[in-house]
């Protein structure tokens, strides 16, 4: 505790009297001050005790009194001193009826008691109310540190709750409660979410605070660009010096806590990668030796393969494969904004996966391939819902960041496999890769192979290389037609419709059936193909789908 004026009236050695305002002597005193001036509220900062033998004042002048006083306790002077038997024998009435008045704590000080020692009093005092909460903060620490390494955060955040007399609360990085402590503060820290993730928006170190039923101050823990996680400290009133030391060492210990994991971390996906790798190469058990219990049983049950990379990687990959389209403009790329993730695409979605295998108790596989990231999740299980709400949220703002320029950074484009076990993962990565690029093509920012599989192949067609080569096939066709010899391309249609059937054929374009034979040897003779071949008729029927109008 500081020192109060109570305390320096108890002081044995200082003699002083309480004349005027003994309610108010818990007041703290964070100095004393001697001053004679006649206002010396310019040099006052408040909390003081002010030390005067009235000498340049008229101390027996009631409305002076009133005036000087008034003045004194509005610069926030706790307290006023005056030594008697020097300029006067007592205290005059007019200064003690003031300070009455006022409510400022008036003190006698009597001559043999010097204004040194009464500043030297408050100085020692205030000396070892700083020593105390010093030694405080380290016994904190040493509590805190005992706590973290026998219970790991679970055990700092209820040392720190014990230290602070309130709450603590720890955030992982996508800004989700991971621990609280006591448990009944998990509604209070669930509250704040909002706030914790505004506060990861900033640069790492940084810190906010934030009012409501309590004073809650919050923290950013990690030493990199983005925060790695965030604390929560919630009490009745703002903390003191020794509470101020816990913090901070909390603070100093849960980064300690996920830097260090951020290293096992890049360890485990190093290890991820090479069981990646044999799982694809069809080395299953080899993938298990390697793997251990690192990923539980992962690899034993029915996953998912989540294969995403950006959007700029995707345009750029659409172009390279796409070279071939003649006089074809690229797709425009629909514009997705990840929200809150710094401009680093794949890790928000990491993150997010990885957050919601934590929080539900499953094992999950992240692994960064350059521009793509590879993810395999339980079927059925948090990590893949998360990332099938994460593209929700997407869709439902597409609206908003449409106006965005296709290819930005922070776009993602994802495809999702259908369920496999280890022996089928390379299929899965296959599956993965060809929702991913029916993704890119449609614009989506997810695609699931399986919607593939239940759907239809129509759809697949609205590519600008197939219309291209639709065109080009069907070119000839449509110049003959244009010359008023023939209706050549809708009597092919009618006669693919109809596999092949003269009389049915002929009956839908009301001809006779060796009107429409001729017609046939003529798209024959024009195009240089025969249409016995079942790879011609092939084509022939998807180029007229890819370039008919709707509900032809």
């Not at 000396?127 to 030694?135: E, G, H, L």
């Not at 989506?444 to 291209?468: I, K, M, N, Q």
């Not at 084509?539 to 789908?545: C, D, F, G, V």
Request: proline share 5%; charged share 25%; with cysteine.
């Amino acid at each position: 505790m500081p020192p109060t004026l109570a305390s320096l009236v108890h002081h044995s050695a200082l003699k002083l009297t309480v004349r005027a305002g003994e309610d108010r002597l818990d007041v703290p005193v964070r100095w004393a001050h001697v001053s004679e001036l006649a206002d010396p509220v310019p040099y006052m900062e408040g909390g003081e005790l002010l030390l005067i033998t009235a000498l340049k004042l008229d101390a027996e002048d009631p409305e002076a009194m009133r005036r000087y006083v008034k003045r004194l306790a509005g610069a926030g002077v706790v307290g006023l001193g005056f030594a008697v038997g020097v300029n006067y024998e007592e205290i005059p009435k007019a200064l003690v009826d003031a300070a009455e008045e006022q409510g400022l704590p008036l003190l006698e000080v009597p001559r043999r008691t010097p204004f040194l020692a009464i500043s030297k009093a408050v100085s020692a005092a205030i000396a070892a109310d700083q020593y105390r909460a010093v030694t405080a903060g380290f016994a904190a620490q040493r509590e805190l540190t005992k706590q973290a390494l026998n219970d790991g955060p679970e055990g700092l955040l209820a040392a720190l709750a014990g230290q602070v007399d309130g709450w603590a609360a720890l955030y992982d990085a996508s800004g989700a409660v991971v621990a609280t402590a006591p448990e009944w503060a998990g509604r209070r820290a669930a509250r704040i979410t909002p706030d914790v993730e505004r506060l990861r928006e900033r640069p790492a170190p940084a810190s906010s605070v934030v009012g409501g039923d309590d004073r809650v101050e919050l923290h950013s823990l990690g030493t990199g660009r983005r925060p790695r996680a965030a604390l929560a400290v919630g009490t009745a009133a703002a903390l003191g010096t020794a509470e101020r030391y816990a913090v901070h060492s909390a603070i100093a210990l849960l980064t300690l806590t996920t830097e260090r994991s951020r290293s096992l971390h890049a360890a485990e996906q190093r290890i991820g990668a090479a069981v990646l790798r044999m799982l694809l190469a069809g080395e299953p058990d080899h993938a298990r030796a390697v793997a251990g219990d690192l990923y539980g049983e992962l690899l034993d049950a029915p996953f998912r393969l989540i294969l995403a990379e950006s959007a700029s990687a995707s345009a750029a990959r659409a172009h390279a494969d796409g070279h071939a389209r003649v006089g074809a403009a690229a797709p425009a790329q629909t514009a997705v904004t990840v929200p809150d993730i710094n401009g680093d695409p794949l890790g928000g979605l990491a993150e997010v996966v990885e957050s919601a295998a934590a929080r539900s108790g499953e094992s999950v596989l992240v692994v960064p391939d350059g521009e793509r990231l590879v993810v395999l999740a339980v079927d059925g299980g948090a990590a893949v819902a998360a990332c099938g709400e994460y593209a929700a949220a997407l869709e439902a703002s597409r609206a908003a960041v449409r106006e965005q320029p296709a290819g930005d950074e922070d776009e993602l484009v994802v495809g999702l496999s259908a369920p496999a076990g280890p022996i089928a993962a390379a299929a899965a990565y296959k599956q993965a890769e060809q929702a991913l690029s029916v993704a890119r093509r449609r614009g989506r920012f997810l695609v699931e192979h399986e919607e593939l599989a239940a759907g239809s192949v129509l759809p697949l067609l609205a590519d600008d290389a197939v219309r291209a080569f639709a065109d080009g096939l069907l070119r000839a066709l449509h110049e003959h037609d244009a010359t008023g010899r023939g209706d050549l391309v809708a009597s092919l249609r009618a006669w693919l419709s109809r596999h092949g059937q003269w009389d049915a054929a002929a009956a839908d374009l009301g001809v006779h059936r060796h009107t429409l034979r001729y017609r046939m040897r003529r798209v024959e003779e024009i195009l240089g193909r025969s249409l016995d071949d079942p790879d011609v008729r092939m084509e022939l029927w998807l180029a007229l789908k890819a370039t008919s109008a709707p509900g032809e």
